[in-house]
């Protein structure tokens, strides 16, 4: 009766374990993070060395009205991973805002994330070996490009 017992209970938290380890992302706050200093560095961690970043901040009400859309993407099998990054994170993000007055987003090509400043937010990278090979930044391009993504990986 005991090794029964324990049988059940040990299948129990093996399924308890297993649904709670498939959470869906449905927010920012559910996604693996990147930081700045670490933009550049997760190619090792892809089969294709591809790998995106979206660049977001709080209290952003384009960054609120992609979210669905990057959620449908971090959340099919099979992909490139997609790591958030907040902007209003200064601590951890804060050197990727350039100065006051700079009014465009730079970084496009960039090798060393010193060379990435993001003006505006929300903003999609595609990373590939270490290096910046697109930079997108309206609201229309970025759903253009999570919808492409989305097919191709369908």
Same mark, same amino acid.
């Given at each position: *009766?005991?090794?029964?017992? *324990? !049988? %059940?209970? +040990?299948?129990? !938290?093996?399924?308890?374990?297993? +649904?709670?380890?498939?959470?869906? %992302?449905?927010?920012? &706050? &559910? ?27 709080? $209290?952003?009400? @384009? ?14 099998? $099979? %992909?490139?991973?997609?790591?958030? !990054?907040?902007?209003?994170?200064? /601590?951890?993000?804060? $050197?990727?805002?350039?100065?006051? $007055? @700079?009014? @465009? ?9 010193? &060379?990435?400043?993001?003006? =505006? =937010?929300?903003? !999609? +990278? /595609?990373?590939?070996?270490? /290096? ?16 492409? *993504? %989305?097919?191709?990986?369908?």
């Amino acid at each position: *009766m005991n090794i029964k017992k *324990m !049988l %059940i209970c +040990l299948c129990f !938290l093996f399924c308890l374990v297993s +649904l709670t380890s498939c959470k869906e %992302i449905e927010t920012y &706050d &559910d996604m693996k993070t990147i930081t700045y200093e670490k933009i550049l560095s997760k190619s090792n961690l892809s089969a294709s060395g591809t790998y995106y970043v979206i660049v977001h901040r709080n $209290g952003c009400a @384009v960054c609120e009205g992609i979210m669905p859309k990057v959620a449908e993407y971090a959340n099919l099998s $099979g %992909i490139d991973p997609i790591y958030a !990054l907040n902007k209003s994170d200064k /601590k951890n993000n804060g $050197g990727i805002s350039p100065g006051s $007055g @700079v009014k @465009v987003n730079v970084g496009l090509g960039a090798t060393n994330y010193e &060379d990435i400043k993001l003006a =505006s =937010s929300p903003v !999609l +990278l /595609k990373i590939t070996n270490g /290096k910046v090979v697109k930079l997108i930044d309206t609201r229309t391009n970025i759903l253009a490009e999570l919808e492409a *993504m %989305i097919a191709k990986n369908k």
